[in-house]
């Protein structure tokens, strides 16, 4: 009965590739969203989904890209990994804006 | 912009001592102050949220107040299981991001 879920867990990957990470939640929420944390343990939005509507968008790298197919997903994808991606990152979600927002176990990425 | 500052960083119980966490906040219209607890290794696990100043709330040996200007995570009795990383975190009005603080990690000691 898992609400959040990612993968994978843990991801080792050279520089210069490209990745995904996974995100599902069956909680039924509207809301998704993407933290990173990195490695002083400080965790901060990347981006937000409401709907499928990219609504927060912070300021990331463009080799960052979200993907939203539906409300219970959201893929995040990383182009061209450089060795400061390397960070824990976090799926979360939530009913709309101003309520608990859920998260998932974490994606340990790691670029070599 | 919205700050959120915790302290302290690190935090050394005996079991059975209580003690206090601080979470002080800038925010321009809080919408709602949330606490959560991170155990090594795993996601944000959602304890608390707190709306107005004024507001408390009890959960076990934990127990959230809020004011204006900050918030307070009340741990009465701890036990070693109450060990983990505890992290503050603002929404604004105006958005739908969670700010946190840098969290005070918690070890209680038998």
């Known amino acids: 009965d898992t609400a959040v879920s990612q993968t994978p867990k843990y991801l080792v990957t050279q520089m210069g590739n490209d990745k995904s990470i996974k995100c599902e939640q069956n909680l039924g929420h509207d809301t998704m969203y993407w933290y990173k944390q990195d490695s002083k343990k400080f965790l901060k939005i990347m981006f937000s989904y409401n709907n499928k509507e990219l609504i927060i968008n912070e300021t990331v790298p463009n080799r960052f890209s979200p993907k939203s197919p539906d409300k219970a997903h959201l893929n995040l994808h990383i182009n061209s990994l450089e060795l400061g991606d390397s960070a824990v990152y976090f799926c979360?979600?939530?009913?709309?804006?101003?309520?608990?927002?859920?998260f998932g176990p974490g994606t340990r990425l790691t670029v070599l | 912009e919205d700050q959120v500052t915790q302290s302290p960083e690190a935090l050394r119980l005996q079991e059975g001592e209580s003690s206090s966490l601080n979470c002080s906040y800038t925010?321009?219209?809080?919408?709602?102050l949330f606490w959560y607890r991170q155990d090594p290794g795993k996601g944000p696990e959602f304890l608390f949220t707190?709306?107005?100043a004024g507001e408390e709330k009890e959960k076990e040996r934990l127990k959230a107040t809020l004011t204006k200007k900050e918030s307070f995570l009340h741990i009465t009795a701890p036990k070693p299981e109450d060990s983990a990383t505890y992290l503050c975190a603002v929404q604004a009005n105006s958005g739908y991001a969670l700010n946190f603080g840098k969290g005070t990690s918690l070890l209680v000691t038998p």
């Open positions: 707190l709306y107005s």
């Open positions: 979360a979600s939530s009913q709309s804006s101003g309520n608990t927002q859920y």
């Open positions: 925010v321009s219209g809080l919408r709602g």
